[in-house]
């Protein structure tokens, strides 16, 4: 497992991306088991930042069910199209929240959440799951995240079945 560095903070956010990426790359390597890939893939990206919170929904029936994650206690089942995890899913497009609380319907797992990104997860044009990250401080996420993101999510789609 060569190349399997967090990157460091002292990068600007799109050359973290690509460190993170080349080493997401190399961890999932060779690896086929989805637990061990999506746990792995939560436990890279959440130490690569100063994230709150860090982990993956599945599409179960016509909820979200808790997966793989980094950090605090989580919400475990979100219906879709409640919440910001539920309204990517349903849109099928990433959501950047700048302020939670500002969020019409946000579901309040941690009092310390502040910002929000969630980057749906496709697999054969269907959303199977979600990548969600909660951020204690406001206006956390840009359009470096969004694209970084789903780069990550497009890498780890490859080595899951």
Not at 36 to 41: E, K, Q
Not at 50 to 60: I, N, P, Q, S, T
Not at 121 to 128: G, L, S, T, W
């Amino acid at each position: 497992m060569e190349n399997l560095s967090v990157p460091s903070f002292d990068l600007s956010k799109p050359e973290r991306y690509e460190q993170l990426s080349a080493s997401l790359s190399a961890l999932l390597t060779g690896e086929t088991d989805f637990t061990a890939n999506t746990a792995n893939a939560a436990a890279l990206i959440f130490h690569a930042f100063d994230f709150h919170w860090l982990g993956f929904y599945w599409v179960k029936g016509n909820e979200l069910v808790l997966g793989a994650f980094q950090g605090p206690v989580a919400c475990t089942r979100i219906a879709k199209g409640k919440g910001v995890c539920g309204k990517a899913w349903e849109q099928e497009e990433p959501i950047v929240v700048p302020n939670v609380n500002e969020f019409p319907g946000h579901i309040a797992c941690s009092p310390i959440s502040q910002s929000e990104l969630v980057v749906p997860i496709k697999k054969q044009e269907r959303v199977i799951g979600v990548l969600d990250i909660d951020s204690a401080f406001l206006n956390d996420f840009d359009f470096d995240d969004v694209q970084g993101m789903q780069k990550l999510v497009d890498i780890l789609t490859r080595h899951i079945s």
